[in-house]
């Protein structure tokens, strides 16, 4: 992508699901002077998202969809995506999968974050298959988002190790504290910055 000044910063859509911790990383980054990117919607599915307070919090424009019926709602999305002038998506715990058409609209400008080293452990649960087999690395990936679930092109991956007693809990909180820092890495990255 182009080089990018803070006077030309892209702006951005956040798609959440849940709690968000990546969603306020991801406003504080935003934030920074140097940062390419700033988040002006933030995007969810679940009306009762944790993560949405930081809407108000940061005077952020939020939105929010009803997935029943996709194909309706992802016209809808494009066309508030375009009236916000939208460059960049970044999904961050959001737990819907967007479809092939949506995605082609989009190509190459959205990203995701999954807890797991990409390709493996695609998918939920991460966590518990991770430790089921016994691995002694996890970690976290961003990558491109194609349409195919957990599969675009990998940006950034951070390993962590697994001690004897890690639980799914531990691992996760493990993993999470490396996603702040991954997230806003990818990002830069994706800019040549
Ligand atoms: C993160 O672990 C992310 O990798 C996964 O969902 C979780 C979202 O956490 N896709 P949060 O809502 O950003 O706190």
């Given at each position: 992508m182009e080089k990018l000044t803070g006077a030309n910063k892209i702006n951005s859509a956040v798609f959440i699901s849940g709690k968000g911790s990546n969603l306020k990383n991801l406003i504080n980054f935003s934030l920074n002077k140097n940062s390419p990117i700033r988040v002006s919607l933030i995007l969810s599915n679940k009306y009762d998202a944790k993560g949405l307070r930081y809407a108000k919090k940061y005077r952020i424009k939020k939105k929010i969809y009803n997935f029943k019926n996709q194909i309706k709602v992802e016209k809808k999305i494009l066309k508030d995506l375009n009236?916000?002038?939208?460059?960049?998506?970044?999904?961050?715990g959001f737990m819907k999968i967007l479809s092939k058409n949506f995605i082609a609209k989009f190509k190459g400008k959205i990203l995701n974050i999954h807890p797991s080293?990409?390709?493996?452990?695609?998918?939920?649960?991460?966590?518990?298959?991770?430790?089921?087999?016994?691995?002694?690395?996890?970690?976290?990936?961003?990558?491109?988002?194609?349409?195919?679930?957990?599969s675009g092109k990998i940006i950034l991956q951070k390993k962590v190790k697994i001690r004897k007693k890690e639980t799914p809990k531990s691992l996760a909180k493990k993993i999470l504290i490396q996603e702040h820092r991954l997230y806003p890495k990818a990002i830069l990255k994706i800019f040549n910055l």
């Open positions: 009236t916000n002038k939208i460059g960049l998506i970044c999904l961050a080293l990409l390709p493996k452990y695609k998918g939920l649960y991460t966590h518990e298959r991770v430790l089921q087999n016994r691995e002694k690395v996890s970690g976290c990936t961003v990558h491109l988002v194609s349409a195919k679930l957990d």
